[in-house]
């Protein structure tokens, strides 16, 4: 069902990040469903038209003025020099919620060290104009060509002599025998929108709660709540264990000689506090999933 | 495991509503597994024996007395005529927990505009007696025909002018270059039953029990929880912004200037709600979800 | 990204419980990534470097010290004679959350009845050692054959007269017109490891954070929480219904008319429990899921 | 590319016979292709446009004009009655080749031996006017239902008593435990077409020149052809074990002890006629593949 | 298994071409093995080593002497504009057999109907330098943006005001509702070599083998071999008919009144050929199919 | 279909080599068909049933006489040690129709060079039996575990100093960064019987009929039939250049200044041929494939 009387326009990334979008987007309180046969995703929202499309493209079409708002990569922002501004950071991804790194990797059983090693050879990518940027301004002249996709398997094929590919964990790049010898560029997803679009009032207020409810979704996947009783009297030393993330919700039972305590704690710091607040007396830790923490 | 001293024989909905069918049994307390060798689904339920039938099938093994409760639609009951007994709605499908409704669509650059301008015509549908008795009651001739599937696609291929189809959204139906002309039916889900069954104190007491909590899983669909720390002063404010389902359960705290408020809303009205409540002052705002509310 | 500073290497079950494991270890605080290109598990915990191994291999690794720990079955550290300790016992699988059990099945149109009717055949089995164990301590002379999968089918296609096999439900054997007429062996999952890994005192405390939580996580699988308001004076009579697994949370609301309690119950028993807390008075019943209960 | 001067509107069938038909007209001489968002199959023909339907539709597509000629079932021009004629028969389906049958089957371990024995049972069927009309001129009275699907299955579930189903091998009724108590209508694919079409010289023609080359095609599929060096003074004994279809080609080589011959022979023969002409002192026998023989 | 005494590196089209291509390789006698876990595709030819490389990438690979040879499009090379030897045109693909148009299509609702309506306008495309190129010697201004895919339903979506896309039957064009209104470029597949290469004797002859075959093998696609008898009074008239390739063979039989005619002729000429034939009098009549005509 | 009246039970090897199997015998002249709810597959051979087992399990089904012949491996007739008699080897598999081997491999960087450096070492393998007397004959203690499978892996994982493991080509044993050094064994498929049914003279004459057969079409697979017209006065020349299997078929045409020959060659051989054929004067050559050379 289209959109009535839509406020403003959204562009979602197509590809291997579309899953985690949309399922960040129903965390968030919007659903969207791709129809098959369909170009626009339906959005529960009349407020809100949506469109999918590829990470690279949407920041022109945002400069343009053809979306209000996207998410798109700081790669890709960059890559395209397209004049936009940033709302926020999103940090997400269908891994490993790490911010990706573009790096520069060789042949593990090259000699190659240090970038300036690789002065006149054959360097692949995707991510064209700021590869060669990194070289020109570290005065190492490379010769860089475009790679379209499957750029890890150049160096093993003897197609390139060195690549600037982006990854989260490394595995990718050692699984094909490479070696990362620097940094390019670390990049994250990001809420961007145009200078136009903040400017209206009301496309502003809508962003900003777009923005507001990723975020807070965002830190609830990391985030767990725990609820436990205490004993009246260890309710001090148990306060004192507890890495809480907004202030404890405390409330004294109808039996007074034990208190209900609750807290939202990070999901990691769970399986070492878990025995250190059985160990000080505490009961009936139960643990339970959050959809959103503000 | 075959259940030794079932009270119900319960018939589930093949196909299209099959996954969130036994997802909703799920979420209402049972689990329905489908092996792939067998023809009889396991119901972790004693009192219970299952049967994934045809939905056009079910209304004719409900009145026969072959089962004693199903779920099936509203447009299958009209076109099969049987005679049983709607024990409640039930508003849910795979797209969009909205109704679904037969429509009469023409294709798109048709000079067809209302359906008394398709007297002497052709039409597709798989509804067949509920479409005959629509022309007839609206006296306007025309050749029905059964259509054994992919009904949308034949009003472009030229084998009929017109189809009598089902959509939730029409956005297959527009996918199709076809334009809805009129709305023939509006269906959902119901559990249905038979007199008879109805009648045996037994059978009854267990169709209510799964009917409650089917209601139950359904109405926690659409509801989250919210639970926040509101400064004392600040309660009433508060309170008077928040459209909620049950009385919310409000406690003080150990530290007596803030109170514990704890509420079920409506999901749709999530991501407005919260900017006002932050603004009012509430603070460690965190939402979960709901299995069943009942 | 491989842990730099492990204290176990740390066993799981490659194959049928593979998914269900990772997915049990997620809720227990460990997020395990399998990598498509990559021999190690990633796991987001630097104490612990994982390995994805058959589940008949883990013993011998654990006895061999090659690993410290692993998750395998009572059936296999029976079949391969392993000396190991057992941590616990953890009871899930893919299906059920039922032990399984090694039955001796023949065909449903057999005259065989009871294992001393199968002198002189020929018994096929995955698990030898056991099944040859079995028929020798009841005295029974058969030829016991290993047979390399598709075990059910071999009694149809006459290539066997019994066959020896896993189950947890007897669907499956079932459906291949199989009649069981003795259990051979119950088995389910257990957590393993060496005297010398458990010797150690680092690696202990490591194996009992992992068994704690395991055992947490699978508890929460079968319980629910509940939270409703209960007028003060039905409060003796609402907490006599309830089956609590922990001592109830109650709590006086500022309207001192009501109650909140909250309870963890067993999800099986919520299907009954409902409808008598809504006749005792109780309002607001929500019921929502639990990640772990300690 | 859709064609500019159809003769004539051919209507192919759907489904489970779809890749067998469009393979058939392959061999035949024309490539038709389906593309994925596209309603007209593409046909290498500019005298021909072809049309995907449910082989249940086709007769009436044909009797009322829509098609010119079509590929159906014995069996659904029976059920629909449509008046349309016959231009030949055409013995292929995915599996074997053999006409398929319409059978009416009861559960294996039922008492039902003949159909008489079905008096006042309910018996399922897609094809439920013929399976009527069967009873009635037997004088049997039954409850015939339609069948929406998964027919086998609904003895087994106790949603039946018998079924009437079809079968090129009574494999899938056998798996599903059912025995066969009577033959209801043998059935095959028909080349079928209107008589206005057939009134039509021009479509006759073509028509004619598509039956002549499935034919050819069709015949194709069993036959191989055989070559082979025989000593001259053994050919007429060799000429004797020939089972020939076409005379066969018998050449004198340039060694003139030696003569070529050449055949076309059933391929199920082939690995009889072998052996016994390699033993009469053929030499160089090769079988090859043939696309066509008319 | 790699080849130990390789002359020439041939770089074969990854990607919708692969399939096609690893097929037609196959029928020229050359059979290509990619491995699942291996960056080589294994040939069964010492004298090569392949790799599969993106068509858009070979052309540079080769006038850098990383390969010597390989397939890719007419498009490429003027894209990429790379200095290289064009050796054969080969005309294949998956769907046709057709060459292939670069088109210039906008919404078929849309006003424009001819290049120049476009000036101002933004248009999507993969192929960025001959777009420009053709706009430009048209004295046309547009701003010409890098499509990363999907550029078909761009134009939909309100992303572009018209695109430049590849079609072999514009079929995929008309299904997203768009309509031609220029074509930009027609292209096919190529085979190419450096000056290098071509300039060793070696490898030239290595080059020019695989170019026979390959062209042995596509011709071979389109033909297909009849042998008849005719009636020896009927050669004339029937060689007549005849649109033959090669010249036919023709054979006297030990029986002196019939010849044995064998011709090869194009599939598409054999539906109006055969019933030609048969009503000359020839007898016998079988199709097969040819590997490769040379 | 079961047979009626069968000869002979047959044992076609389930899993990887399935469908390759399937293949051949239909190229042989036995259509074999696998119903997916089946257990016996259906062959359209009277004389023969047929029942698809583990490679592994058909060895000990021969020699006890449940089979009477079937398709098993070299490797595995040694690892069981069954008494069987071995009546043809058919070289043929998957990948590459060339015999596998079963070789000792070890990771790529390990210091390991000879068997003989294993000793005290761990060896991974699925073949049991003939790798502890391989090593036992060359006078090495190591310790031979089972592997139930990714036996490739255990290497790199450190669960295992070496594996013995299957390979045709070194491809995957190469893709785990392993390093062969030394080869256990070479092994094929072989047609095997029992002494018992090779006695019986309808059982031997039923087993030589299916090996002369398969052997036919194994033959086939790597031939083709070459067709062409050389002038009839460099006959003699041409016929000097054909490495022909059988003698070719030479005739005279009915222009007497040319002949036609045809001959069957090995498609490995043809590409280097057809450019000489062509240089010496043959005209219209053409390639065909076999199904069968005798």
Request: charged share 25%; hydrophobic share 40%.
């Amino acid at each position: 069902m289209s959109s009535t009387n839509p406020i403003i326009k959204l562009g979602l990334p197509k590809g291997s990040l579309e899953k985690p979008t949309l399922s960040l987007f129903e965390r968030s309180g919007w659903k969207i469903h791709q129809h098959h046969r369909n170009y626009f995703p339906e959005i529960n929202d009349p407020e809100i038209t949506a469109r999918l499309c590829r990470v690279q493209e949407i920041p022109s079409y945002i400069e343009d003025g053809i979306l209000d708002v996207g998410l798109t990569g700081k790669d890709w922002l960059l890559e395209t020099g397209a004049d936009v501004k940033v709302v926020s950071d999103l940090i997400y991804s269908k891994v490993s919620n790490r911010p990706a790194r573009w790096v520069l990797a060789v042949a593990g059983d090259s000699p190659y060290k240090r970038p300036e090693d690789l002065a006149g050879k054959r360097i692949a990518t995707e991510l064209l104009g700021v590869t060669q940027k990194y070289f020109k301004d570290a005065g190492i002249d490379v010769d860089v060509q475009y790679s379209w996709g499957a750029t890890e398997a150049k160096v093993v094929e003897g197609l390139a002599d060195a690549i600037v590919e982006v990854t989260e964990t490394g595995t990718t790049i050692r699984a094909h025998g490479l070696r990362i010898i620097a940094e390019v560029l670390v990049t994250n997803t990001q809420l961007v929108t145009s200078e136009a679009a903040w400017a209206d009032p009301e496309k502003r207020r809508k962003i900003e709660q777009i923005d507001l409810l990723l975020q807070g979704a965002l830190r609830a996947e990391s985030l767990v709540g725990l609820k436990m009783n205490v004993p009246s009297d260890k309710l001090p030393e148990i306060l004192n264990e507890i890495p809480c993330l907004n202030s404890p919700t405390i409330a004294e039972l109808t039996d007074t000689t034990w208190h209900s305590v609750e807290i939202v704690v990070d999901q990691g710091l769970v399986r070492d506090l878990i025995p250190r607040l059985k160990a000080e007396g505490a009961e009936g830790i139960i643990e339970y999933a959050l959809n959103k923490v503000i």
